[in-house]
């Protein structure tokens, strides 16, 4: 069964650190590819850790947005 999530990258210093926003699992790596990577066999891990975690989990790719926010 296949799954989609949502993961965000962000540089810090000399690494990438990629985050699956589901299920709140992270890891890095020294490029852009490595954390993608890193994170799908975290993600894995976890699955395969916490298999109940499965059935709440949608097929559908979430809805992303944007907020803007003017700050005084």
């Known amino acids: 069964?296949?799954?989609?999530f949502t993961t965000i990258i962000i540089q810090?210093?000399?690494?990438?650190?990629?985050?699956?926003?589901e299920l709140g699992v992270v890891s890095q790596?020294?490029?852009?590819?490595e954390a993608q990577k890193n994170l799908k066999e975290a993600?894995?891990?976890y699955l395969e850790d916490?298999?109940?975690?499965?059935?709440?989990?949608s097929k559908k790719a979430p809805l992303?947005?944007?907020?803007?926010?003017k700050h005084a």
């Open 1 to 4: 069964m296949a799954y989609k």
């Open 29 to 33: 790596g020294k490029t852009i590819e």
């Open 64 to 69: 992303i947005t944007s907020l803007e926010l």
């Open 50 to 57: 916490q298999p109940k975690t499965k059935k709440y989990l």
């Open 43 to 45: 993600v894995e891990l």
């Open 12 to 21: 810090e210093g000399k690494w990438y650190v990629a985050r699956c926003l």
